[in-house]
């Protein structure tokens, strides 16, 4: 038995020229950079909470994703001082950004004592609590890979 065969409860196929996207709001997070020079991930979205993940040179900020809707003029650029954010700061700029499935755990990859580190947020925690909470409840330097 296959299991990719078609089930009669399956919603019927649509064409590709029934999905579009729409741009809500063009963000200016930064000063644009030196171009990175080979692939990263820098841009996550939680939609449990409703939270957008911008990795930057000063870290990661976060703020609601709602709040890009809000802006009326679609062809004008809003910096980030403009939105409401939080900044979790990080030693270096970093390399990766990524959310747990569940959306609870931020992952950040960054160079920490001269080494690729995993720095483990609770997202809950650096963006619905206190300015101060904003430390990795744990870290995890990549074996074998100095940076």
């Keep these: 038995p296959s299991l990719l065969r078609k089930m009669d409860d399956d919603p019927p196929e649509k064409e590709v020229d029934d999905f579009y996207f729409k741009q809500l709001e ?8 030196p171009a990175v ?3 990263c991930s820098l841009l996550c979205v939680s939609s449990f909470y409703g939270l957008t993940f ?6 990661v900020h ?3 994703t709602a ?3 809000i802006k009326t003029n679609a062809n004008s650029v809003a910096e980030l001082s403009s939105v409401d954010h939080v900044t979790v700061p990080c030693a270096s700029p970093p390399l990766h950004v990524s959310l747990s ?4 755990t931020l992952c950040v990859v960054c160079v920490r004592d001269k ?4 720095l483990f ?9 206190e300015p101060g909470t904003k430390e990795p409840f744990s870290s995890l330097p990549l074996a074998g890979n100095d940076a």
Excluded: A
């Excluded at 063009?26 to 950079?33: A, F, H, L, T, Y």
């Excluded at 911008?54 to 870290?59: F, H, L, Q, R, S």
């Excluded at 499935?101 to 609870?104: I, K, Q, T, V």
């Design 26 to 33: 063009k963000v200016r997070i930064g000063d644009p950079g």
């Design 37 to 39: 020079n080979h692939r």
């Design 54 to 59: 911008v990795g930057c040179k000063e870290g």
């Design 62 to 64: 976060i703020f609601q």
């Design 67 to 69: 709040l890009l809707g």
């Design 101 to 104: 499935s569940d959306g609870l």
């Design 115 to 118: 080494r690729l580190t995993c």
């Design 121 to 129: 947020f609770d997202t809950r925690v650096v963006f619905f609590k």
